[in-house]
């Protein structure tokens, strides 16, 4: 199947620092890919829907300017964590569906971020 | 809107149990139905799917069918193992809404030998 990969997996910061996290599809174009935040009781969160060479689309509640997401690429879509705080610590993951899907998500390994 | 409801966890079963994670869901159109599962320390994978009503999904001895008359894809499997401690979610993805993912809440199982 399709490989989507993130970099780093995990992270440590410290308090005020920006951190980024690249998402890649590996080995198919992904005109969409998604960032969600997974909280310690599992469940996901959809933070925002990236789209290739267009602003990324936030859903209610996160702040665009402190998660800022670039989708320069058919294949790289990047989260950076601005001014990072401890609350900000967590379980990012992407996901990526092949252009002229529908079709399954293909999930990235996700990247643990802790903010010291 | 469209939704999707799991049990709740957790779920602990000794091996060679069998396994059923109920899940609902509500949609207007006709939705595709995943579930997918997380491994600890790792992202979701795609376990399996059905795209219409009456399809069986099936994959390493899980299995769910499509159900549109009560709305459900129940996951089952006759026999785990510890291997299969993992947490599961099940989902939905339907055109009119331009394929959005709807992801339930999860559900975690625990395999004890």
């Known amino acids: 199947g399709a490989v989507v990969s993130q970099h780093p997996s995990w992270v440590i910061c410290k308090s005020g620092t920006s951190v980024k996290i690249e998402c890649r599809s590996l080995?198919?174009?992904?005109?969409?890919m998604f960032w969600y935040r997974q909280f310690p009781k599992q469940s996901l969160m959809l933070m925002a829907t990236s789209n290739e060479g267009s602003k990324a689309t936030y859903e209610q509640g996160v702040e665009k300017d402190k998660f800022l997401i670039n989708h320069a690429s058919l294949t790289l879509s990047t989260l950076t964590v601005t001014s990072a705080h401890p609350e900000d610590s967590s379980f990012y993951i992407c996901?990526?569906?092949?252009?002229?899907?529908?079709?399954?998500?293909?999930f990235g390994e996700g990247s643990r971020l802790t903010v010291l | 809107g469209d939704s999707v409801t799991q049990m709740e966890g957790p779920v602990t079963l000794s091996e060679e149990a069998f396994l059923t994670i109920n899940c609902t869901y509500t949609a207007t159109g006709y939705p595709s139905l995943f579930w997918y599962v997380q491994y600890p320390g790792e992202g979701l994978q795609l376990l399996l799917k059905?795209?219409?009503?009456?399809d069986k999904g099936s994959n390493k001895g899980f299995e769910a069918t499509y159900r549109k008359e009560t709305t459900s894809f129940h996951l089952e499997k006759g026999s785990v193992q510890v291997s299969d401690s993992a947490v599961y979610f099940c989902a939905l993805s339907e055109f009119r809404t331009g394929n959005q993912f709807y992801f339930g809440t999860g559900t975690s199982l625990t395999v004890i030998p």
């Open positions: 059905a795209t219409k009503a009456d």
């Open positions: 080995d198919f174009q992904a005109t969409t």
């Open positions: 996901s990526a569906r092949a252009t002229g899907g529908p079709g399954e998500l293909f």
